[in-house]
T-cell receptor, first 112, second 113 residues
């Protein structure tokens, strides 16, 4: 089940960078690290994912520790629309297809 | 543009009255998942289908069943809803390959009276 740990909540000022940490000390060699975010009353939305190397896309960057036991989601300039619950998830491969178990997530508050 | 569609958006049922939630996808993905999300909690995986193969999580109550008649559709059946089953039910899809991501629907909010 949930194999990631995250702080329950974080705050950031608008237009400041945000670093959201995640620990996944029991990660296996083939697990991908995924990040999703969820706004109230909506389904989770994909943010970014990676295996070993740092990843960038238009939404965020993902920094993965060399031992892969932790990662950090980086929002380069927080906006009010980034206020959401951010989930760090391991994508685990099984014979029955990849499986995703959510951790508790981090509720991000963006202060104007 | 909607790729994973859940109907209805809100569903009200009575205690003990069977209810079915539906999910459809236009992505032709192999895997379809059902998650239960209670208020202020993280989504919890109930089960998933890889093509026609059903995979139940060990702690999913027997009260919850699922059907996938074809690639596009998947249903969640709650045989005898209890008050504790009130939650948001989320459907998601994936190609099923190791580096693939999840695509979620908007969810169905289930109330049990």
């Amino acid at each position: 089940d949930a194999k990631t740990t995250q702080p329950n909540s974080m705050e950031s000022n608008e237009e400041e960078p945000v670093h959201l940490p995640c620990n996944h000390s029991t990660i296996s060699g083939t697990d991908y690290i995924h990040w999703y975010r969820q706004l109230p009353s909506q389904g989770p939305e994909y943010v970014i994912h990676g295996l070993t190397s740092n990843v960038n896309n238009r939404m965020a960057s993902l920094a993965i520790a060399e031992d892969r036991k932790s990662s950090t989601l980086i929002l380069h300039r927080a906006t009010l629309r980034d206020a959401a619950v951010y989930y760090c998830i391991l994508g685990e491969m099984a014979n029955t297809g990849n499986q995703f178990y959510f951790g508790t997530g981090t509720s991000l508050t963006v202060i104007p | 543009d909607a790729m994973v569609i859940q109907n209805p958006r809100y569903q009200v049922t009575q205690f003990g009255k069977p209810v079915t939630l539906s999910c459809s996808q236009t992505l032709n993905h192999n895997v379809m998942y059902w998650y239960q999300q209670k208020s202020s909690q993280a989504p919890k995986l109930l089960f998933h289908y890889y093509d026609k193969d059903f995979n139940n999580e060990a702690d999913t109550p027997d009260n919850f069943q699922s059907r996938r008649p074809n690639t596009s559709f998947c249903f969640l059946d709650i045989r005898s809803p209890g008050l504790g089953d009130a939650a948001m039910y989320l459907c998601a899809t994936s190609r099923g390959q190791i580096d693939e991501k999840l695509f979620f629907g908007s969810g169905t909010q289930l109330s049990v009276l």
